[in-house]
């Protein structure tokens, strides 16, 4: 009798300790892994933490495989996680467009026979891609800013066009959307069941691998969506700086960062003996293969399992790519180092943050216009975006990389909202420069929205390091810089 009490006490205190447990990770009070050496995942040093497999030291291959982001079984993800009396009162998406076909080619080589038509029985697939596709037929009338509409809504070539949206690039979006459904739409309720058109906010650059990519989304998100509630605007520029894109100080930025990556370039004696064999090998100068981008068709190739392209002369090979390819992952490391880059960042990213801002304390106020927010863009985008919040550690935009801001009401203080950011999944709140402190001094999982505000209103530009700069065209037209 008394080990059967003791047994029962056993399992009661083990009962306890696991729910103790599950409710620290939940609020955040306790970091929900651990990774080597005993750092937390809170640690500065790896915003984005990986799955266990993740090597010791860089790996191109690894981060390769990262980069191209095949689709796979669902991934773990923190979105819509809040204590029960916080209340989700809007959502606002950055996205990087799904898999491409190359923008470039390599001179002398046969392009990659990569199919851009949406196949059923070819993987990777996705149940809803029938549905999509008999859908997106059924859009000629859809509500797109010129020159949007005249933009195919699915990618449908047998040989993929430059630029093209891949299959991959569809189901990649799907997935993301039907992701999003089954948070914000199922278990939160952001949209009611008859939501109209100015509950959304829908904007994509003018290519086609943009637009059909945040369709690709909103059909994961709202299935069978009703073509006449959808109006998506159009950016001109891939900075989402609407009218606010004339901006001197930043492109001095932007060529000092580019004058940093060609000395980079220089002085890496591998990295150029490696374009010397290739340029060889397809019979080119040297300048010319390295103009032609060739990491851009390579990966191509990799991510889906072509083999690089051969010649009388040799192959192309793998050994070649890890080259390139780590040189790409030094020079990231480089410009978190320099920080030249920052500064680019801070200006290039100030626009669409300051609307993101704008569209928050409306919804903060009650309104319920553009509660779900949709940007559909490129790595060029979401790059400064995650430098400027302070996103340093972060990893460069995978395809289909989200990026998502989400605004909470506190139901027992309703006068008070949150954010939380989270990038691919995780919640990197705490590591953004505007908040990494608040967990300190705060139970509250989340950053307030006020500390996000002033980070955009005031605090960007005093990163910038001028004391005379205190709004964004100052800051873009400041003398003696």
Avoid at 283 to 296: E, V
Wanted: aromatic share 10%; proline share 6%.
């Amino acid at each position: 009798m008394l080990f059967r009490s003791r047994f029962l006490l056993g399992l009661a205190l083990a009962g306890l300790l696991a729910f103790v447990s599950l409710s620290l990770q939940f609020f955040h009070l306790t970091p929900v892994s651990t990774a080597k050496n005993g750092v937390s995942s809170k640690s500065r040093k790896r915003v984005m933490p990986e799955p266990v497999t993740e090597p010791p030291v860089t790996d191109p291959i690894y981060e390769a495989l990262l980069y191209c982001n095949i689709p796979s079984v669902a991934e773990r993800s923190m979105e819509g996680h809040a204590p029960h009396h916080f209340k989700l009162v809007s959502v606002h998406v950055f996205i990087r467009h799904g898999d491409r076909y190359p923008l470039y080619v390599i001179p002398k080589t046969k392009r990659p026979e990569i199919d851009c038509t949406l196949v059923a029985n070819r993987k990777p697939y996705h149940p809803k891609l029938e549905a999509f596709v008999s859908h997106m037929s059924k859009g000629s009338g859809a509500s797109f800013e010129s020159p949007l509409h005249s933009l195919p809504l699915y990618p449908n070539h047998p040989l993929c066009e430059m630029g093209e949206l891949t299959q991959t690039g569809v189901v990649q979006h799907l997935q993301n959307g039907q992701l999003l459904r089954d948070i914000y739409l199922k278990k939160h309720k952001l949209l009611p069941s008859d939501w109209s058109t100015d509950q959304l906010y829908l904007e994509t650059t003018g290519k086609s691998r943009t637009l059909q990519s945040g369709l690709a989304l909103l059909y994961g998100f709202l299935p069978d969506f009703d073509w006449k509630k959808i109006h998506f605007r159009h950016q001109p520029s891939a900075l989402f700086c609407s009218g606010n894109c004339y901006c001197p100080v930043r492109n001095q930025y932007l060529e000092k960062e580019q004058r940093r990556q060609y000395l980079l370039r220089l002085k890496n004696s591998q990295l150029e003996r490696t374009y010397e064999d290739m340029a060889r090998i397809v019979d080119i100068p040297t300048k010319q293969l390295r103009a032609a981008n060739p990491i851009d068709s390579m990966l191509c190739r990799f991510c889906h399992n072509v083999s690089f392209p051969c010649t009388r002369n040799g192959c192309i090979d793998m050994e070649h790519f890890k080259v390139i390819k780590t040189h790409q992952i030094e020079d990231e490391r480089e410009r978190r180092e320099k920080k030249l880059y920052l500064s680019y960042a801070l200006l290039g990213a100030h626009p669409i943050l300051n609307q993101t801002i704008s569209r928050m304390q409306r919804a903060a106020k009650g309104r319920r216009e553009e509660v779900f927010a949709l940007y559909s863009a490129h790595d060029v985008t979401l790059s400064p975006v995650l430098s400027a919040l302070g996103l340093m550690e972060a990893r460069f935009p995978r395809f289909a990389a989200r990026l998502i801001l989400e605004l909470w009401q506190d139901r027992e203080k309703p006068s008070e909202h949150s954010v939380r950011i989270l990038y691919n999944g995780v919640d990197v709140t705490f590591h953004t420069s505007f908040c990494q402190d608040h967990h300190k001094y705060s139970s509250k999982p989340m950053c307030p929205l006020e500390n996000l505000v002033r980070f955009v209103k005031r605090d960007m530009f005093v990163a910038l390091g001028s004391s005379s700069s205190t709004n964004y065209y100052d800051a873009c037209h400041r003398e003696g810089f």
